[in-house]
């Protein structure tokens, strides 16, 4: 299927047969530079950014298309879409074009193709993954634990694109103050593909009974009701 805006002949096609036949070899015209992400993760609210880098440009137009609907979005700088969330960025001299999404969607989830203008056009497809982070608590919704042992509370974070920049615990909707009187309450924090975070509690008595949220700052909180009993406590 092919678009003509402004008389430019843009061809949307079977990407994984069709765009291939008509590669040229680099640096005798106008080529994409395969070295750059062709797989992006984005969280959901946070803006995006397709970067397609091309080589050789000379005469020729870049634009970006969107699979889903084989929508027109960018051609050059311009903008091709009444969605406002969309926007054509390059700088003078750049090798880069680049399709900023603000405010993305899960629904933006897809493939988006770069293409060059030439006689036929040839693309390059972008993958993009819109991710909403998921935070849980392990042993949710409720934990039981005998008075006098330790409170073991574990929060891990999912699916975010970088490590929270922090992580907050409260207690009954109280920041916990880790220098607090009480003593024997410790933090610890493992970064990496996952977050996780554990909260223990010595000692416990029946005030540590109540709901513990942990809330990460790129994240939606999590929390769990804890239950301090007396005597052995069995799970049935």
Same mark, same amino acid.
């Given at each position: 299927?092919?678009?003509?805006?402004?008389?430019?002949?843009?061809?949307?096609?079977n990407?994984?047969?069709?765009?291939?036949?008509?590669?040229?070899?680099?640096?005798?015209?106008?080529h994409f530079?395969?070295s750059?992400?062709?797989?992006?993760?984005?969280?959901?609210?946070?803006?995006?950014?397709?970067?397609c880098?091309?080589?050789?440009?000379?005469?020729?137009t870049?634009?970006?298309?969107?699979?889903?609907?084989?929508?027109?979005?960018?051609?050059?700088?311009?903008?091709?879409?009444?969605?406002?969330?969309?926007?054509?960025?390059?700088f003078?001299?750049?090798?880069e074009?680049?399709l900023? %999404?603000?405010?993305?969607?899960?629904?933006?989830?897809? %493939?988006?193709e770069?293409? %060059?203008?030439?006689?036929?056009?040839?693309?390059?497809?972008?993958y993009?993954?819109?991710?909403?982070?998921?935070? %849980?608590?392990?042993?949710?919704?409720?934990?039981?634990?005998?008075?006098?042992?330790?409170?073991?509370?574990?929060?891990?974070?999912?699916?975010?694109?970088?490590?929270?920049?922090?992580?907050?615990?409260?207690?009954?909707?109280?920041?916990?103050?880790?220098?607090?009187?009480?003593?024997?309450?410790?933090?610890?924090?493992?970064k990496?593909?996952?977050?996780?975070?554990?909260?223990?509690?010595?000692?416990?008595?029946?005030?540590?009974?109540?709901?513990?949220?942990?809330?990460?700052?790129?994240?939606?909180?999590?929390s769990?009701?804890?239950?301090?009993?007396?005597?052995?406590?069995?799970?049935?």
């Amino acid at each position: 299927m092919c678009l003509f805006p402004g008389g430019i002949a843009l061809c949307v096609r079977n990407f994984r047969t069709d765009f291939l036949e008509e590669w040229p070899t680099p640096g005798t015209g106008p080529h994409f530079d395969t070295s750059m992400h062709s797989n992006y993760t984005g969280l959901v609210g946070k803006t995006v950014y397709l970067v397609c880098k091309v080589k050789n440009l000379g005469n020729r137009t870049v634009s970006w298309v969107r699979h889903r609907d084989i929508h027109l979005l960018t051609v050059g700088r311009y903008t091709y879409t009444s969605d406002q969330r969309f926007e054509a960025q390059h700088f003078p001299h750049s090798e880069e074009w680049t399709l900023r %999404i603000r405010y993305p969607q899960r629904k933006d989830s897809g %493939i988006y193709e770069c293409q %060059i203008s030439t006689t036929p056009p040839i693309g390059h497809p972008v993958y993009l993954t819109i991710v909403e982070p998921i935070t %849980i608590i392990i042993g949710a919704p409720d934990l039981f634990v005998n008075k006098g042992s330790t409170i073991n509370l574990t929060c891990v974070v999912k699916y975010a694109p970088e490590p929270p920049p922090m992580m907050i615990w409260s207690h009954n909707t109280e920041v916990i103050n880790f220098d607090s009187p009480r003593g024997g309450i410790s933090l610890v924090t493992e970064k990496g593909p996952e977050t996780t975070s554990r909260l223990m509690i010595q000692k416990a008595v029946p005030s540590d009974s109540g709901i513990y949220t942990c809330e990460p700052s790129n994240a939606n909180p999590s929390s769990i009701k804890v239950h301090v009993v007396n005597g052995k406590w069995h799970e049935t």
